[in-house]
């Protein structure tokens, strides 16, 4: 194989963490470009990442340009000796080591680290490598992503290219809440617009619940969505409504009773007639065990949850019904390893919110149930990745409506229940959540504390690439995750050409 072009042969450097080379004015090289080291003495090769680009004006001599040069400054991503065996640097190269680009073999080297689930392409600087796609390992995700994309900056269209390398692989199962009806089909405003129907492996990777009319499921093989009432649980009103604390008691009152009973007692029930401390009268009605449970509860807060409750049903009415659920249908096909997408089109996001935590909650207690009766077995492990959008209001440090997700972010990975927050605004998630994250997609991002944030808990060392990520362009990332040894930049595909 033919090697890399030379650089330079003057290496040095102030650490083990830092090198510093010169490369001709004429290079063609930028932020992020990867090089290798060869220590012909030690037999090592070292890969970097270039962070940093300055001029030599020393090296300048009379008036001509052509012999100045550039001071190159690099950090080090790993070194492969003899064995070859891939390693943190924890030695440095020898001085005046020569310095390279990429060859072919040390890209089929990389191939190496890469997973199943293809996202896009490694860049090295401003330059795409085709033959060295990006793909995060699939055993990795039940450990929990974190996507932080500031607006426009192309998060739709790397969830789109992730759920088709998910419908590819089939090796986990992925749900997806889409509000805004741009997954199934595509944006109708766009005429070059796909979406996850249009996948070849569709019909087999993908499952559609979807509320629009009976004409467009069937145009589309969609199905129906449903959720009972008896997935609802009452602790989801503490992620729906802001509740006082003696709205919390009447919950807490309420928590052993079935989602069918609550519904239909305070649906059908005058709160007005049920008796108090102060009532020594019996209340008549079908359901005289919550009426004694919830006897000694505020009157106003037992009205005030009488009024969220019939709120909760006026909003999920597209959906809700009183005894025919989807949830069966929703769990076996992402037990089967299936891209689940929840298509609610025009849906507030009150009812998505609900609308995830019913099903979260269902996978995570099914789940739990498969591993600790052993039925998970080492063949054949379940994982699952369900996505929370806009993941701020429901993890953020201060948010009290956290619900079953903070449950999942804590614990989800001993069931193989993965979380994958995407939000604009990382600093607002609270950091206990962020060290659970052992993948983040970063998309650019203008705030540094957001930066920061991410920094203080990605499981590499981000803070050396503080400048490529503000230097990101739309549709790039950079991709850290414990199943690839060293943080990569990332091309991302552009969804309707992957799927081609």
Do not use: W
Request: aromatic share 6%; with cysteine; proline share 5%.
């Amino acid at each position: 194989m033919s090697s890399g072009r030379l650089l330079d042969n003057r290496l040095t450097g102030t650490n083990v963490l830092h090198y510093v080379f010169r490369a001709p004015a004429a290079s063609p090289m930028s932020i992020g470009d990867l090089v290798v080291v060869d220590d012909q003495q030690n037999r090592t090769r070292f890969f970097a990442r270039i962070t940093g680009i300055g001029h030599d004006e020393q090296s300048c001599t009379g008036d001509s340009l052509d012999d100045t040069s550039l001071v190159i400054s690099a950090y080090p991503i790993g070194c492969i000796g003899v064995d070859e065996v891939f390693r943190r640097p924890r030695i440095m190269p020898s001085r005046y080591s020569p310095v390279r680009t990429l060859a072919p073999e040390d890209i089929t080297y990389l191939n190496r680290f890469m997973g199943e689930i293809e996202v896009g392409l490694v860049v090295s600087g401003q330059r795409p490598i085709p033959e060295l796609p990006v793909r995060i390992p699939a055993r990795v995700l039940s450990q929990h992503m974190g996507v932080f994309a500031t607006t426009g900056m192309g998060k739709s269209n790397y969830m789109k290219v992730f759920c088709a390398s998910a419908i590819s692989a089939r090796l986990f199962g992925l749900l997806i809440i889409d509000p805004h009806g741009e997954y199934a089909a595509g944006m109708s405003s766009d005429f070059e617009s796909r979406g996850l129907l249009h996948h070849h492996d569709a019909d087999t990777g993908l499952s559609v619940f979807s509320i629009q009319n009976e004409n467009v499921r069937t145009e589309l093989d969609m199905k129906q969505l449903l959720i009972s009432h008896d997935d609802m649980d009452i602790t989801d009103l503490t992620l729906l409504f802001d509740l006082l604390p003696t709205e919390r008691e009447v919950m807490n009152l309420l928590t052993p009773f079935p989602g069918h009973d609550i519904i239909d007692f305070f649906v059908n029930e005058d709160v007005e007639s049920l008796p108090s401390h102060v009532k020594t009268t019996a209340h008549i009605g079908d359901h005289q065990d919550i009426a004694q449970r919830v006897r000694s509860a505020n009157p106003d807060a037992l009205r005030v949850v009488q009024r969220q409750i019939q709120t909760l049903i006026d909003i999920s009415s597209a959906f809700l019904h009183k005894t025919t659920s989807s949830v069966p249908d929703i769990i076996e096909d992402l037990l089967a390893n299936k891209v689940v997408l929840i298509d609610i089109p025009r849906m507030s996001e009150v009812a998505e919110l609900f609308l995830l935590s019913v099903i979260s909650r269902a996978v995570l207690h099914k789940y739990k149930n498969v591993v600790q009766s052993g039925r998970a077995g080492e063949d054949e492990p379940h994982r699952v990745l369900l996505t929370i959008e806009e993941a701020q209001r429901v993890l953020s440090m201060e948010s009290e409506k956290t619900g079953i997700f903070r449950q999942i972010a804590m614990e989800g990975r001993k069931f193989g229940v993965g979380l994958c927050a995407v939000t604009q605004q990382p600093k607002n998630i609270d950091p206990r959540v962020l060290a659970q994250m052992n993948t983040f997609v970063i998309m650019g991002l203008a705030d540094r504390q957001d930066r920061e944030t991410i920094a203080s808990s990605a499981k590499h060392d981000l803070r050396v690439l503080d400048l490529e990520i503000q230097t990101l362009d739309r549709g790039d990332a950079i991709i850290s995750t414990i199943g690839i040894p060293f943080p990569v930049s990332c091309h991302v595909h552009r969804y309707e050409d992957y799927i081609e």
